[in-house]
């Protein structure tokens, strides 16, 4: 769907997309006797027409997310994808739906709101706190389409750009102007949200949309070429405020971050934004279907599982300090907990999937036949790993979490866009490079506490770094990190990722069989003078990286139908151009 397709739909006012259902957090209306005119009457009835907004509009993401976020930037491997090898071009299928998908986000929120400010039975304390939820999601989607494609339309209101009859004659602006309508319409959905302190029920406030405004002054102190100091010290504030007045703190158990259940995953606030996916398919945008993609072939009973064949990147593991080929019984004694909640590899073991089994245990699952019924036969990583963030496991593990049976390419596990954690290592390195060490320090180490980590004696920007991929690996964040990097520091970053170890090991099935038939017990004699058959690959050369590389093309669709958008970017006054005046 093009855009100027996706704005006529918006325009239309009705909520074209089905207002989905996860618990009562995503309860919608009848269909077949909704419509705007006798809709919004009342305050449930503001709150379900915001809820869809939290997942459809973002189903056709989900790819895109994965593929950018984490093959882009050296944290998983899949295959010959052109995002591996950074050759992904205009008319890439992912790429596509992506950009559709964040304009659909826009679109959509704009007319949430408009149709929320023409009601009059909502309280209105009711109609502030949906149109800020609505607000701080158009916001995320503008923030990944700067970090994305760099200069974009600013579509500000769906209606006055169909009425002009000039949809496809906007101009892109800059960079900068981007920025600064994240930042104002952040600042406006603050100025409407309530201030939670407790009983986070998934839903935004305040707190959520400030910690996004931080993360966005952090991303955007570099896009003049050198930090700035003014866009440091707000980024440093607005997490800081975060951190001290939001009442919450991180989850004891950092698995559990990834879990089902809401009294599991949001026990202590730590998720701030997320999409929040129901396990119906009427209408189809309304699930989440990472798992598909991600899982491993019989890793539930529905079929609809291909991911076995990629998986976390040899490059992810170096970081983690951990190989494919060392003994896997050593690694029962790892400390940082992150490694197994994102890493799945030879002798792990999952207490929370499986659990009509007893738990899930990975070389059991490849190699017994009647355990892992179904499953691949053999170890099919291409990196010695699978994924685990993402998955829910099996249909057992759906119901006795959700209630509701999981259905082909449809359930509800939550995606986490946003966390406590990640704001704390946002306020770290605002702190740092303004000259704030200590509490830099002590941030960072409450993040390593969490997961079972070493406490460092002393930070350094490389620490929190690298801190952010251990933390955030398989969350869609990785690559925007490098593109922020890239605004100020594009050959640091060129180089970084040209170090990359990016390739897969050959022969690690073989090894791992005879290692299961071994009884788990017999490394060093299975893998004495094996060195050659397991071996990385490293023929294949390292990605053509350049400074081009940080911003992706528009769909060529978008380009054919609109000429403009390979013109230069236009400057504008963001906040005169484009006011909330409600």
Aim: hydrophobic share 35%.
């Amino acid at each position: 769907m093009k855009l100027n397709n996706i704005l006529k739909c918006m325009a239309a006012g009705a909520l074209a997309l089905g207002l989905a259902s996860c618990q009562d957090f995503l309860n919608r209306p009848t269909e077949d006797n909704y419509n705007v005119d006798n809709f919004y009457e009342n305050d449930m009835q503001c709150i379900q027409g915001v809820n869809y907004l939290y997942n459809s509009p973002w189903y056709d993401f989900q790819r895109g997310f994965i593929k950018i976020g984490e093959v882009m930037s050296g944290n998983m491997f899949w295959g010959q994808s052109p995002y591996l090898n950074f050759s992904t071009n205009s008319t890439d299928t992912d790429l596509v739906n992506m950009s559709y998908s964040l304009w659909a986000v826009n679109g959509h929120a704009n007319s949430v709101v408009m149709n929320i400010l023409k009601s009059e039975g909502p309280s209105q304390g009711v109609k502030n706190q949906c149109i800020g939820e609505a607000l701080t999601l158009k916001a995320l989607a503008y923030f990944f389409m700067v970090r994305t494609f760099g200069e974009v339309p600013i579509i500000h209101d769906n209606t006055e750009v169909l009425t002009s009859g000039k949809y496809n004659e906007v101009y892109k602006v800059t960079r900068e102007n981007v920025y600064e309508y994240i930042i104002m319409t952040l600042e406006k959905a603050m100025s409407l949200l309530p201030k939670k302190t407790s009983g986070w029920d998934n839903r935004i406030d305040y707190y959520a949309a400030e910690g996004l405004l931080a993360k966005v002054y952090l991303t955007k102190a570099g896009i003049s070429g050198t930090l700035d100091n003014g866009a440091l010290a707000n980024a440093a504030k607005y997490a800081k405020d975060v951190i001290e007045n939001s009442g919450r703190t991180l989850t004891p158990v950092y698995s559990d971050l990834f879990r089902l259940a809401p009294a599991t995953y949001n026990q202590t606030g730590e998720p701030m934004i997320s999409w929040m996916w129901s396990a119906g398919r009427d209408p189809w945008t309304q699930q989440n279907t990472l798992q598909s993609d991600l899982g491993m072939v019989g890793f539930s009973e529905t079929g609809d599982l291909w991911g076995q064949w990629g998986g976390p990147s040899v490059d992810l593991m170096d970081a983690f300090g951990v190989s494919p080929v060392d003994n896997p019984g050593e690694r029962l004694t790892e400390k940082d907990t992150r490694r197994k909640a994102c890493i799945m590899m030879a002798g792990d073991k999952y207490e929370y999937f499986w659990t009509d089994k007893g738990g899930f245990d990975v070389l059991k699952f490849m190699y017994d036949a009647d355990y892992g019924k179904g499953g691949p036969g053999e170890f099919c990583g291409p990196c010695g790993g699978q994924n685990v963030k993402h998955l829910y496991g099996n249909t057992y593990d759906h119901v006795s979490a959700t209630g509701k049976t999981p259905g082909n390419m449809c359930y509800e596990l939550p995606t986490h866009i946003l966390r406590l954690s990640d704001v704390y290592l946002v306020y770290a390195e605002a702190c740092l490079l303004t000259g704030n060490s200590a509490d830099a320090l002590e941030y960072v180490n409450k993040v390593r506490a969490r997961a079972g980590a070493e406490e460092l004696a002393s930070v350094s920007w490389e620490d929190i770094w690298k801190e952010r991929r251990l933390e955030l690996a398989g969350e869609g964040d990785r690559w925007y990190d490098f593109v922020r990097r890239s605004y100020y520091d594009v050959n640091g970053a060129i180089a970084e990722i040209k170090a990359q170890r990016r390739n897969q090991w050959w022969n690690l099935n073989d090894l791992y069989k005879k290692y299961y038939e071994s009884g788990n017990t017999l490394w060093e004699v299975i893998t004495e003078g094996q060195e050659v058959l397991h071996i990385y690959d490293d023929t294949t050369p390292v990605p053509n990286v350049t400074a081009s590389s940080f911003t992706l093309p528009f769909p060529q669709e978008d380009v054919v139908f609109n000429p403009n958008l390979k013109e230069p970017a236009q400057t504008v006054d963001v906040r005169a151009t484009y006011a909330y005046n409600f």
